[in-house]
């Protein structure tokens, strides 16, 4: 993960400076889009940088649950990022739409934009290999960023060729706001998420699913019941109620309750589980008391 991170700031930052140049010698308002894009990328990089450095350490006495709350904070911090630039972008391109200027230069933006997509795609290789390997929220967040920065890269170079070849001045201003529009889109997601973990959302219902499956697999289990799931960086925490035999011994529940544990622990490798056994007909009284007062 932290390997991740310094590459794609090394990466944003030299697709910046090579962006920059770019833009100051075509003035092509589709390259200032890609570069305030890239220069959003460094910004974000440089959070998720001290984000995941920080949701790496481990718990300690005042954060038993760890840190992994950096990363929604940060994705959070790179949707307010992007969406300030994608309001910039859609008032150069309005101004450019309405007062068109003719792209000079276009080769040194096609030389620049192939970079850019080499560059671009050797990063989200390796950050897709990283995201597998640990389920980093943040680094999943830049990695989708940067597709989308190979999609957009790829049609500032059509924009360049209909605007220098063709003498189609509104192309380039369009598809800077098509752009600027994408990237809005971008925020939005990449905001959604990040507020979602921070307000401890449960996991997905195929992953509650499964919790489920795995605990009644186990032998002894007769069933389980207030499942309880939430995510923190890369770490899962994962608690639920057993329901066992009334006239089990205490070892006994406690080596199911392990058992319990452990078949999760290998379904979830960074889960922390918390299980709790209960006697079946103290369940089953509660669940007719609570059917009783649903029907008053």
Do not use: C
């Not at 305030?36 to 940088?49: C, K, P, Q, T, V």
């Not at 350490?57 to 005042?62: G, N």
Request: proline fraction near 4%; aromatic fraction near 6%; avoid cysteine.
């Amino acid at each position: 993960m932290r390997a991740a991170t310094h590459a794609s700031v090394t990466v944003a930052v030299t697709l910046t400076l090579a962006k920059l140049a770019a833009w100051l010698i075509t003035d092509s308002v589709s390259l200032l889009s890609t570069l305030l894009d890239s220069l959003l990328d460094a910004a974000a990089s440089a959070i998720n940088l001290v984000a995941v450095h920080h949701a790496l350490q481990p718990a300690d006495e005042d954060h038993r649950f760890g840190h992994g709350k950096a990363e929604p904070l940060a994705g959070l911090a790179q949707a307010a990022f992007i969406s300030g630039s994608a309001v910039f972008l859609i008032v150069q391109a309005g101004q450019r739409l309405f007062h068109p200027r003719a792209v000079v230069n276009p080769e040194v933006g096609y030389v620049v934009l192939a970079i850019s997509i080499a560059l671009t795609l050797v990063l989200v290789v390796f950050q897709k290999y990283v995201v597998k390997r640990t389920g980093s929220v943040a680094i999943g967040a830049d990695s989708l960023h940067y597709q989308t920065d190979i999609l957009v890269n790829a049609s500032i170079v059509v924009s360049l060729v209909l605007s220098s070849r063709f003498g189609w001045t509104a192309a380039d201003p369009l598809f800077a706001l098509a752009i600027a529009g994408y990237i809005l889109w971008g925020a939005v997601g990449i905001g959604q998420k990040a507020y979602n973990l921070l307000m401890d959302r449960e996991l997905p219902e195929a992953d509650r699913r499964r919790i489920r499956e795995i605990t009644v697999a186990v032998p002894g289990v007769l069933g389980v019941h207030d499942v309880r799931t939430r995510s923190s960086g890369p770490q899962v925490f994962i608690q639920l109620h057993l329901e066992l035999k009334d006239d089990m011994a205490l070892d006994a529940a406690h080596d199911i309750a392990l058992a319990v544990e452990g078949a999760l622990l290998d379904a979830y490798p960074r889960a922390e589980v918390l299980v709790h056994p209960d006697p079946v007909s103290v369940v089953g009284a509660m669940r007719d008391r609570e059917a009783a007062l649903g029907n008053i």
